[in-house]
């Protein structure tokens, strides 16, 4: 017997283009996949920055208030309300307080860091678009509780109030932070 042999015949069918199509739609969607992670990742990079603007803003409206509540308890003496020149003023008996109607944007009526109501320092922060400014309130003098019971003619000491406002800027003066404390000192 002779052996047959076997020819392989391949034979082409038309093809559909089904592998192309599906290949285009998966590269469509890994197109917009891309798009999208980065679309997120530059939203979350604009967010991390204001959210870095903002803080600094903070932290430049605290170092401003912390320089006024401490320039507060070296004094000895009550300094004269009002002088606005100084950044002191008396607190406001409208519906305004005194604070919202300053213009924080100049430097007429504020304290400007790292200054003080009666010294200039130069000086200041780093990384701010603006240093920070505050101004003091005098928001009322009120008797000291308990008073002497032991001898009526001692003199009983009153506390004066103080409100100290700050405000700072970020990197940018579109980040700004406002900041206050109330502050009671006892003066001679």
């Known amino acids: 017997m002779m052996p047959t042999q076997r020819s392989n015949i391949w034979t082409t069918s038309r093809q559909q283009g089904v592998a192309l199509i599906m ?3 998966f590269l469509l969607l890994l197109t917009i996949l891309g798009i999208t992670a980065l679309s997120t990742t530059s939203l979350e990079e604009k ?3 204001n959210m870095k603007d903002r803080n600094l803003a903070f932290q430049a409206a605290e170092s401003a208030l912390l320089v006024g509540e401490n320039w507060i ?3 000895t003496n009550k300094p004269n309300f009002p002088d606005t020149g100084k950044g002191l003023y008396v607190a406001s008996t409208t519906s305004v307080p005194v604070w919202e109607s300053v213009t924080w944007t100049g430097t007429s009526g504020l ?3 790292p200054s003080t109501p009666d010294a200039t320092i130069s000086g200041g ?3 701010i678009n603006t240093q920070p400014k505050y101004i003091i309130e005098d928001l009322a003098e009120v008797p000291e509780p308990g008073g002497s019971k032991v001898m009526d003619s001692y003199p009983s000491k ?3 109030i103080l409100r100290i406002t700050a405000r700072g800027t970020g990197g940018t003066d579109a980040a700004q932070a406002m900041v206050q404390s109330t502050y009671g000192q006892f003066f001679n």
């Open 47 to 49: 967010m991390a920055g």
């Open 158 to 160: 009153t506390m004066t």
């Open 73 to 75: 308890s070296t004094l």
């Open 23 to 25: 290949a285009l739609v």
């Open 111 to 113: 304290v400007v860091y």
């Open 125 to 127: 922060l780093t990384k």
